[in-house]
């Protein structure tokens, strides 16, 4: 099955700054997912990154404070803006790797953890 | 909007006996659903998925889940675990022609050997 890989793995940032997250999938995907898992909470979805054209946000999240891009059909970033405490989180990407829109399964990166002080 | 309750969040069991995990879900239309696993330090894993046919679905080291349609559930189910459970699982419903998921909050399973 294809790979997903994630930089980095975790970092510790203060607050107020900003810190850009990388995916990168080993084959063509149309979308790719981006997540975030508070501690102790379930996955919640932040945004669908379409390749060429803006993403998708989930109600709560704005561009501003998520901006990402989508440069290619096998590559996304994710940025967390003016970074707070309440941040700290794990944020996933993931993608669907299996053939047909209809039966699609989503596969998940490793994950960056990330922690705000 | 779609919900997916999880319910008993900390499962703590000893090695061989079963274990069944609920997952029920809210959404009238046809759903797509899995069950996925986050071992200790890694990544979430696939573990198993429904999508049509036989209700009773089996996916990778002896798990397993029926769809109830008119329960609106999909139990997962083992029956017999081993210390290597230990992990935390996740079930998620994706409606029929959409792209996203929607995650229950989890059920953290601790298997004492």
């Known amino acids: 099955s294809a790979v997903i890989s994630q930089k980095p793995s975790r970092d510790i940032c203060q607050r107020g700054t900003s810190l850009t997250i990388q995916c990168q999938v080993d084959s063509q995907v149309t979308m790719m997912f981006w997540y975030r898992q508070q501690p102790g909470q379930s996955l919640t979805l932040i945004a669908t990154?379409?390749?060429?054209?803006?993403?998708?946000?989930e109600s709560g999240f704005v561009i501003d404070k998520f901006p990402i891009s989508r440069p290619n059909l096998t590559f996304s970033t994710l940025t967390v803006s003016n970074m707070s405490p309440e941040d700290s989180s794990i944020y996933l990407c993931?993608?669907?790797?299996?053939?047909?829109?209809?039966?699609?399964?989503?596969?998940f990166g490793p994950g960056t953890r990330l922690l705000v002080l | 909007a779609q919900s997916v309750s999880q319910h008993n969040h900390h499962v703590i069991l000893s090695e061989a006996a079963s274990l069944e995990l609920g997952c029920n879900y809210s959404?009238?239309?046809?759903?797509?659903l899995f069950w996925y696993v986050q071992y200790p330090g890694q990544h979430l894993q696939l573990l198993l998925k429904y999508f049509s046919g036989d209700p009773l679905v089996k996916g990778i080291k002896g798990f397993e889940a029926e769809f109830i349609k008119s329960k609106f559930s999909f139990n997962l189910r083992k029956p017999s675990v081993q210390w290597s459970d230990t992990a935390e699982y996740f079930c998620?419903?994706?409606?029929?022609?959409?792209?996203?998921?929607?995650f229950g909050k989890g059920n953290q399973v601790v298997v004492i050997p």
């Open positions: 959404y009238g239309g046809t759903v797509n």
């Open positions: 993931s993608a669907p790797l299996e053939a047909g829109a209809l039966r699609e399964t989503q596969y």
């Open positions: 998620a419903v994706k409606p029929y022609g959409n792209n996203r998921l929607a």
């Open positions: 990154a379409n390749q060429g054209s803006e993403a998708t946000y």
